[in-house]
């Protein structure tokens, strides 16, 4: 079944298509390998015309989101690769016809995320393609492990292949540094922010969850949180409290709130109102206080005063200062949350690639030590 370029915005010649249709006789390239796989997941081309995905066979689900368009994101990564000509060099170099096995390999030790992503990209090429893996989102994989493959027409494996990529490597360094993160964290839990690459915030907190962290709001409309800005305009932290409480109870809403916090003194006076007035806040940030030392390590002191004061009556944020190095002390303050940005907006992508020619890819992988 080809995708015509209407579907993905894209203007071609009448004779251009930009995947290549499936087709019934096959040209191996390699062996049958002796990949033990746990599951395999065949599409269909009847769940291409399904406008609505479905995420109940997925090991780890994506968050929801009201408006997000994830088949939207597809179609644009692939629209933006094939441009208005097709793939020039699949059609100048491979016969239409071929159809071939390609391998993903591991480059690099880490944890894998996107494979869900992966099968519903592969799906949106062409409804034909077979993917099988040995693993599922969240398993660690280890450099030099073939841990999935897809079986189809060379034309459309090779279309999907940097778009299936660029979102599993992004995906997979997101995951990778939130499990190393959570578990330094514990028994605090580690979240998220909202710096996230633009467009792809769903994926970016999908790979977070993956990786074993847990979501912070998805956007704007999702939870009530006070900050610094709406503080200063509001008049003080009292008054951007009692303006949210006024406006959920007029309104009807029931929802999280969070007020960010930067001295004692600011959580004193959250504490006070509270103890005054009944309120809709759950949570209160300490940002900031955690302080950073001449010799590397950090300062919890005032973190620890500020849970102590808050006791156990709201749930408690840590954020700012934090890193790999510092999340394990920073998590020994009893706060119930640290937030690090840095898990989205400063990620190293993980090293992937897939291949038809993986002993070729090996070799040359060894010779480089990537693989």
Same mark, same amino acid.
């Given at each position: 079944?080809?995708?015509?370029?209407?579907?993905?915005?894209?203007?071609?010649?009448?004779?251009?298509?930009?995947? %290549?249709?499936?087709?019934?006789?096959?040209?191996?390239?390699?062996? /049958?390998?002796?990949?033990?796989?746990?599951?395999?997941?065949?599409?269909?081309?009847?769940?291409?015309?399904? %406008?609505?995905?479905?995420?109940?066979?997925?090991?780890?689900?994506?968050?929801?989101?009201?408006?997000?368009?994830?088949?939207?994101?597809?179609?644009?990564?692939?629209?933006?690769?094939?441009?208005?000509?097709?793939?020039?060099?699949?059609?100048?170099?491979?016969?239409?016809?071929?159809?071939?096995?390609?391998?993903?390999?591991?480059?690099?030790?880490?944890?894998?995320?996107?494979?869900?992503?992966?099968? &519903?990209?592969? @799906?949106?090429?062409?409804?034909?393609?077979?993917?099988?893996?040995?693993?599922?989102?969240?398993?660690? #994989?280890?450099?030099? $492990? /073939?841990?999935?493959?897809? @079986?189809?027409?060379?034309?459309?494996?090779?279309?999907?292949?940097?778009?299936?990529?660029?979102?599993?490597?992004? &995906?997979?360094?997101?995951?990778? $540094?939130?499990?190393?993160?959570?578990?330094?964290?514990?028994?605090?839990?580690?979240?998220?922010?909202?710096?996230?690459?633009?467009? +792809?915030?769903?994926?970016?907190?999908?790979?977070?969850?993956?990786?074993?962290?847990?979501? @912070?709001?998805?956007? !704007?409309?999702?939870?009530?949180?006070?900050?610094?800005?709406?503080?200063?305009?509001?008049?003080?932290?009292?008054?951007?409290?009692?303006?949210?409480?006024?406006? +959920?109870?007029?309104?009807?809403?029931?929802?999280?709130?969070?007020?960010?916090?930067?001295?004692?003194?600011?959580?004193?006076?959250?504490?006070?109102?509270?103890?005054?007035?009944?309120?809709? $806040?759950?949570? #209160?940030?300490?940002?900031? &206080?955690?302080?950073?030392?001449?010799?590397?390590?950090?300062?919890?002191?005032?973190?620890?005063?500020?849970? /102590?004061?808050?006791?156990?009556?709201?749930?408690?944020?840590?954020?700012?200062?934090?890193? !790999?190095?510092?999340? @394990?002390? #920073?998590?020994? %303050?009893?706060?119930?949350?640290?937030?690090?940005?840095? $898990?989205?907006?400063?990620?190293?992508?993980?090293?992937?690639?897939?291949?038809?020619?993986?002993?070729?890819? +090996?070799?040359?992988?060894?010779?480089?030590?990537?693989?």
């Amino acid at each position: 079944m080809a995708m015509s370029s209407a579907i993905l915005g894209c203007r071609l010649p009448q004779h251009l298509t930009l995947f %290549s249709p499936p087709l019934g006789f096959s040209l191996k390239l390699q062996h /049958q390998s002796k990949l033990s796989c746990r599951r395999v997941f065949k599409m269909s081309a009847t769940e291409l015309t399904n %406008s609505t995905i479905s995420f109940e066979s997925f090991a780890i689900k994506p968050p929801v989101h009201p408006t997000y368009d994830l088949k939207g994101i597809i179609k644009l990564a692939l629209a933006e690769d094939v441009g208005d000509q097709g793939d020039v060099t699949c059609m100048a170099t491979i016969p239409s016809d071929m159809e071939v096995e390609a391998y993903f390999l591991a480059k690099e030790d880490g944890i894998v995320a996107g494979i869900a992503l992966a099968e &519903m990209i592969f @799906h949106e090429v062409d409804p034909s393609l077979k993917v099988e893996w040995s693993i599922n989102d969240g398993d660690f #994989i280890h450099k030099g $492990l /073939q841990f999935g493959k897809v @079986h189809g027409r060379a034309h459309n494996i090779i279309i999907a292949e940097r778009v299936v990529l660029n979102f599993m490597q992004r &995906m997979s360094g997101i995951a990778t $540094l939130t499990k190393a993160m959570a578990d330094a964290a514990r028994p605090a839990y580690i979240l998220e922010t909202r710096k996230t690459a633009p467009g +792809l915030r769903l994926l970016d907190k999908w790979a977070v969850l993956i990786g074993g962290g847990r979501n @912070h709001r998805m956007g !704007l409309f999702d939870m009530v949180m006070i900050k610094d800005n709406h503080i200063t305009t509001a008049g003080g932290v009292t008054n951007a409290i009692r303006a949210v409480d006024l406006y +959920l109870e007029q309104k009807n809403l029931q929802m999280e709130v969070e007020v960010e916090t930067r001295t004692l003194e600011e959580v004193k006076e959250v504490l006070h109102y509270a103890s005054q007035t009944k309120t809709s $806040l759950t949570r #209160i940030m300490l940002d900031n &206080m955690v302080m950073p030392l001449p010799n590397g390590d950090v300062d919890i002191s005032m973190l620890k005063d500020a849970v /102590q004061l808050v006791n156990g009556r709201f749930e408690t944020e840590a954020s700012g200062n934090v890193t !790999l190095d510092t999340v @394990h002390k #920073i998590g020994q %303050s009893g706060v119930t949350y640290i937030s690090s940005g840095s $898990l989205t907006h400063s990620v190293k992508a993980l090293d992937i690639s897939l291949k038809i020619d993986t002993e070729l890819a +090996l070799k040359v992988g060894k010779r480089t030590g990537r693989a």
